[in-house]
Nanobody, 115 residues
Framework: QVQVVESGGGLVQPGGSLRLSCAASGSIFSRSHMGWYRQAPGKQRELVASTGVIGTPYYAEFVRGRFTISRDNPKNTGYLQMDRLNPEDTAVYYC?????????WGQGTQVTVSS
């Protein structure tokens, strides 16, 4: 199965930026649909952004214009560039790789936005 590892989270002040990485093993990445999700304490996991092999990326309304999803297929790595962060963005961020009926998840990376 595919191994997925997120990194790049940390503590940042409001208005700051972070760049999350999603490293996936195997050749499945280049043929997969990739999504970034987040889950705050006491809340459900929610979709932040997603992209397929071809097509226009999807962004949740609450991050549109601030976050950018991208992928580097030769490196089997996806990214989530997060700009103008606010405290409401505080959550554990997860990378999801979808291939057919299979979904692969990483362990998540903590993003904390606080002054």
């Amino acid at each position: 199965q595919v191994q997925v590892v997120e990194s790049g989270g940390g503590l940042v002040q409001p208005g700051g930026s972070l760049r999350l990485s999603c490293a996936a093993s195997g050749s499945i990445f280049s043929r997969s649909h990739m999504g970034w999700y987040r889950q705050a304490p006491g809340k459900q996991r929610e979709l932040v952004a997603s992209t397929g092999v071809i097509g226009t990326p999807y962004y949740a309304e609450f991050v549109r214009g601030r976050f950018t999803i991208s992928r580097d297929n030769p490196k089997n790595t996806g990214y989530l560039q997060m700009d103008r962060l606010n405290p409401e963005d505080t959550a554990v961020y997860y990378c999801n790789i979808q291939m057919g009926a299979n979904n692969y998840w990483g362990q998540g990376t903590q993003v904390t936005v606080s002054s």
